[in-house]
Each structure stands twice: as structure tokens, then as C-alpha cells.
């Protein structure tokens, strides 16, 4: 079974997302979405690491039962992906999950961990990378927008996209209702897309695979779309 560490630096409502899509809290349910059985994940979370000692996801792996680690960046990037390099082996991590981890990653633990890696933005990418992407999206005006699952590569939000979500946003007029649109969509999407990737892993398959379209849709309420990518 695919093992998974996932990192965050925030409030962590994604990891929290995907904790409970694979069972390791109990989730309330997401309107417009069915729920799915639990036993049937072909991955697994066996730890989560975070830059931050205030990031939510401590509490989240405390109740999850699973080990949480707090990597220090004082001394440095390379000091810190030392640790987290030590922390995936002794875990025997086979998926890194970034879910709101705001660090950059170095090029050995990227090298190492190649076509392994999910991130998720939100902002159709390549519009609006890096920091303050739903502010820079919203003030774009354009007529849609949604969120994308990459695979992380050495640069900022440049790895190959896997999968992108949009939904009409003529009708939001707020700041405030644009994010909570683009968070549920994050929530929903994130979860189904790190399943897939697991399942790929599980059987020998990733990287080079293509996701299931299909099944992303079907996770999809009928306000989103799912846009058409290049792997």
C-alpha cells in the first residue's frame, strides 16, 4: 500500500480533507458528493511534517494517531530537508503530499522523490503563480477560475499539471465568497486526485499514467468542470 506524508505549514483544511477521504477522521458530508468506502484506498498516511509549530496539522495527526514532525528551517533549507529526508526514510514514504506547505523544496529531495510529489494551487496555472494567487485571480476578472494539482519540480508552481477544476465566477462578487469557492473545490478535488496517484503507485504505474477524467467528474458537483490537461 502506498504510503503518504503529508505537509503543511497553515490551518491545514486540506490535509484535514484528506485525512478523513481516506479514513483517519470522520468527515461530515460535502454537499453534492457521494460518499465513498474508506476501506477500499490504496494508500495510506503514515506521518505528517510541517515547518511550523502553530500549523493545525499537529492537532489533526494528534487526533489521527499518527507521528507529526515539526522540521526547524533556523539553520537553513539544506539543514531542514536533512531532517525531512530522515523522517521519509524512516517512514518508508513513498508520496509526498504538499497541502499548504509554503517552503520551496530543494533539488536532491525533489530529484529524489521525482514524479512523487502533489501540490495544489489555487489558481488555474500557469495564471497567477506563487504567493497571493486567489487575490491576483479574483482581481483578474476573468471568467472562470479553479485550482490545479501539479507534480513539483525545482521551480515555483512550474511541475506538470495533472489535474485542473474551474467554475463560473460572473456571479461572485465578493473577495471573501471567491475564496470559500476556491476552497471547496481544493477539498473536493485534492482528495480524489491523491487516491488516484496512490492507486497508480500501489500497482506500479506512476509516474506516466494518466488519471481516471471520469472519475474525477463524477466527484465533481455540477457547479465545476474539470479542464482538460496534458497528462
Known amino acids: 500500500m502506498t504510503r503518504i506524508a503529508l505537509f503543511a505549514s497553515g490551518t491545514a483544511s486540506n490535509a484535514q480533507r484528506i485525512l478523513e477521504h481516506f479514513g483517519y477522521l470522520r468527515a461530515a458530508p460535502t454537499p453534492g458528493c457521494a460518499v465513498s468506502d474508506t476501506a477500499t484506498r490504496s494508500g495510506e498516511i503514515v506521518c505528517t511534517i510541517s515547518d511550523r509549530s502553530s500549523s493545525g496539522i499537529h492537532q489533526?495527526?494528534?487526533?489521527?494517531?499518527?507521528?507529526?514532525f515539526i522540521v526547524s528551517y533556523r539553520s537553513g533549507r539544506e539543514h531542514a530537508e536533512h531532517r525531512i529526508r530522515s523522517v521519509l526514510a524512516e517512514q518508508k514514504v513513498d508520496l509526498l503530499v504538499l497541502a499548504g506547505y509554503m517552503r520551496l523544496l530543494g533539488?536532491?529531495?525533489?530529484?529524489?522523490?521525482?514524479?512523487?510529489?502533489?501540490?495544489?494551487?489555487?489558481?488555474?496555472?500557469?495564471?497567477?503563480?506563487?504567493?497571493?494567487?486567489?487575490?491576483?485571480?479574483?482581481?483578474s476578472g476573468a471568467a472562470r477560475a479553479g485550482i490545479t494539482v501539479h507534480l513539483v519540480d525545482a521551480g515555483m508552481d512550474t511541475g506538470p499539471v495533472?489535474?485542473?477544476?474551474?467554475?463560473?465566477?460572473?456571479?461572485?462578487?465578493?473577495?471573501?465568497?471567491?475564496?470559500?469557492?476556491?476552497?471547496?473545490?481544493?477539498h473536493i478535488l485534492y482528495p480524489e486526485v491523491v487516491e488516484q496517484?496512490?492507486?497508480?503507485?500501489?500497482?506500479?504505474?506512476?509516474?506516466?499514467?494518466?488519471?481516471?477524467?471520469?472519475?474525477?467528474?463524477?466527484?465533481?458537483?455540477?457547479?465545476?468542470?474539470l479542464e482538460d490537461t496534458h497528462t
Open 162 to 186: 495533472i489535474a485542473q477544476a474551474s467554475f463560473d465566477r460572473s456571479t461572485i462578487e465578493s473577495i471573501g465568497d471567491f475564496e470559500k469557492q476556491i476552497h471547496r473545490l481544493e
Open 197 to 225: 496517484v496512490a492507486e497508480y503507485i500501489d500497482n506500479g504505474q506512476w509516474p506516466g499514467a494518466t488519471l481516471n477524467a471520469l472519475r474525477l467528474r463524477e466527484s465533481l458537483p455540477d457547479c465545476y468542470r
Open 60 to 68: 489533526l495527526a494528534a487526533t489521527s494517531g499518527l507521528p507529526g
Open 107 to 139: 533539488a536532491e529531495l525533489v530529484d529524489t522523490y521525482t514524479g512523487r510529489i502533489l501540490n495544489i494551487h489555487p489558481s488555474l496555472l500557469p495564471a497567477f503563480p506563487g504567493m497571493h494567487a486567489i487575490e491576483r485571480s479574483f482581481q
